[in-house]
């Protein structure tokens, strides 16, 4: 029997190792399985199986091992770390996120974060590190929107808002211009009314300026070295207002306007004015014309944080060395004194158009400027004067109109009876402008009060809208004449046609409350002192005559026959010749040559 039972392939007891009557700990897939050992009792009939190791509370566990194959049961515990790792990196990085955001880092950057997820085994301490791919992940959440400066109204019950003009003195011996009352806030007030943020630019939101290295004269009239020579149709396009542009604005032969451009500044001057970042007033005498006056009722603040500077030439850097004391530290009074090198013009008057209208050009960093003449003096605290004239009123662009002409055929008519410029140009500069549409100023133009400014003040804000102006304005003078009134309206109102912006004109009066009108040295020491002439001296007395002797009756009548006779008439004597008052002691005008007499 036992040999036919081994013929049916039923194998012993003794087939198997001693290992068979233990327990077995097999991992498979991942999973940990405990196998029951089977034993044959003496009679060789298997026995049953040993008893379960599992404990009640270890029995669904049981069940799943039964009910699942061994690979998909170790699946199951993979798929379960797998998911329990995701959340916690998904959680993970939201909460870095957050950070990010409230934090205000920059939305639009690509943000790499690498994550390391860690499990321990609680029971044996064991560590085990798992390290997660880094990934990479962007946001698209939009920007903010840009803030803008958009005005203010003073309190209901200011005086200001109740301010009104008081009428013209009844004074008819003085008829011309003077100046007015102005209602200024206290200067702390105004200094803490100053915008934080700039003001809104219409439609133009980015302004650059064209360099030229190589200049072509292609345009058809006009232009120079400085400003370049931009075609007409390079004129007609810079009217046309887009968001981004670029445009002929002087100094264009440079990188930087100051350095071999024309109109050059020494490094120390140009860093100076780089370091400027508020408030700019700036003024400019050329050829000694003017004395320095310098600015009165400046707060200390205002002397702290606004910049003063005075451009010059050579010719009166050596009149100010000689006369007020220039020295090294390059400053007069509340002035700092920038010497200025190869001018570009020899027109003193075009000349000092640059640092007048491209004062966005010289400061970069500025975010007002006050541009005042050199016979000028400043008596009120430029901020003050900007918080009047700009901030109160929401302007970017404020000047004050001719006292007595609002049209410009009369100011050029004007120019030409005053010999201001060539006759010729003037009027082919007014020819041009009728035939793109100039006209006569008339009521319909309000609420535009004038075409006719007095520039001897600008107050304006540095933004792309106002740099724009005052760069058209700039090669309208490089263009045509000096005179800048004259081009004012035409730029002015082609600007406006495309993006309803214009210039805050204020009365005269209202300019001539914060500066005083000085006049030029040149004025002054041209124009003599006037004294009462002295009297005529009396006429020399007529010389005697000798008595006339008293003849016989006889010897008349033969006198009185001879000359009757003769046929010459008698010679009759001249009467003594009055003396000739000199003419030297006629009264000289202001601003006449005394001459010599012939």
């Known amino acids: 029997m036992n040999g036919g039972g081994g013929s049916l392939g039923i194998r012993t007891s003794s087939s198997y190792g001693s290992s068979l009557d233990k327990q077995h700990l097999l991992l498979q897939n991942g999973a940990v399985l405990l196998l029951p050992s089977t034993t044959n009792n003496n009679n060789g009939v298997r026995s049953k199986p040993a008893k379960m190791y599992y404990k009640d509370k270890d029995r669904p566990f049981h069940w799943i091992f039964k009910l699942a194959g061994r690979k998909k049961v170790g699946m199951l515990f993979l798929c379960v770390i797998s998911v329990a790792v995701f959340f916690s990196v998904l959680y993970i990085g939201k909460g870095e996120e957050a950070e990010r955001v409230n934090n205000n880092v920059n939305l639009n950057t690509t943000v790499r974060q690498g994550i390391s997820a860690t499990f321990e085994d609680q029971s044996s301490g064991f560590k085990n590190e798992t390290s997660i791919q880094t990934f990479e992940y962007k946001i698209s959440s939009p920007p903010p929107p840009p803030s803008y400066f958009l005005g203010y109204t003073l309190p209901s019950d200011h005086p200001c808002n109740s301010f009104t003009l008081p009428p013209p003195p009844a004074d008819r011996k003085r008829t011309g211009p003077r100046p ?22 219409p439609v133009l939101k ?18 120079s070295e400085f400003g370049g020579y931009p075609t007409l149709k390079q004129r007609s396009d810079y009217y046309d207002i ?8 002087g100094f264009v032969k440079g990188v930087k306007p100051g350095r071999d451009t024309g109109f050059d500044m020494d490094e120390t001057d140009l860093y100076d004015m780089n370091q400027c970042r508020g408030i700019v007033v700036a003024s400019a005498i050329f050829s000694a014309f003017d004395d320095i006056n310098q600015p009165s009722n400046i707060s200390d603040y205002s002397r702290q944080s606004v910049c003063f500077f005075m451009f010059v030439d050579e010719q009166t850097e050596a009149y100010l060395k000689a006369n007020s004391g220039l020295d090294n530290r390059r400053k007069i009074g509340i002035w700092r004194i920038i010497v200025v090198h190869n001018l570009p013009y020899d027109d003193g008057r075009r000349t000092g158009k640059i640092p007048k209208l491209l004062s966005h050009r010289m400061f970069p960093n500025a975010r007002y400027s006050i541009w005042i003449d050199g016979k000028l003096e400043l008596v009120v605290d430029p901020h003050q004067i900007l918080e009047r004239f700009l901030w109160r009123k929401n302007a970017t662009f404020a000047i004050s109109r001719h006292y007595k002409r609002f049209d410009v055929f009369k ?23 009728k035939k793109e549409g100039l006209t006569p100023y008339t009521r319909a133009k309000l609420p535009i009060s004038s075409d006719v400014p007095e520039g001897c003040v600008i107050l304006r804000e540095h933004i792309p809208i106002s740099n724009l102006f005052t760069c058209l304005w700039f090669n309208e003078v490089d263009r045509f004449t000096s005179r800048d009134q004259i081009s004012f309206s035409t730029v002015r ?7 309803k912006w214009t210039v805050d004109m204020f009365l005269d009066c209202e300019r001539r409350n914060f500066v005083v009108q000085k006049y030029h040295r040149g004025v002054k020491r041209r124009t003599p002192v006037i004294y009462p002439p002295p009297p005529p001296p009396p006429p020399p007395p007529p010389p005697l005559l000798p008595p006339v002797p008293v003849l016989p009756a006889k010897s008349r009548n033969v006198i009185l026959d001879t000359m009757s006779e003769t046929s010459n008439p008698p010679v009759k004597k001249n009467p003594p010749r009055r003396r000739r008052v000199s003419r030297r002691h006629r009264k000289v005008t202001a601003g006449a040559y005394e001459t010599e007499p012939n």
Do not use: W
């Not at 007015?180 to 630019?201: G, N, T």
């Not at 980015?206 to 232009?223: A, C, V």
């Open 180 to 201: 007015c009352p102005v209602c200024y806030l206290p200067v702390d007030e105004a200094i803490a009314l100053m915008p934080k943020v700039p003001s809104f630019s």
């Open 493 to 499: 109102d082609k600007i406006r046609a495309k993006t």
């Open 242 to 249: 887009r968001e981004s542009m670029g445009v002929h604005c």
């Open 206 to 223: 980015n302004l650059t300026y064209i360099y030229e290295e190589d200049l072509k004269r292609d345009s058809e009239f006009g232009g």
């Open 411 to 433: 100011e050029a008519e004007a120019n030409k009876v005053a010999a201001k410029y060539d006759n010729a140009s003037i009027d082919f500069q007014i020819e041009f402008y």
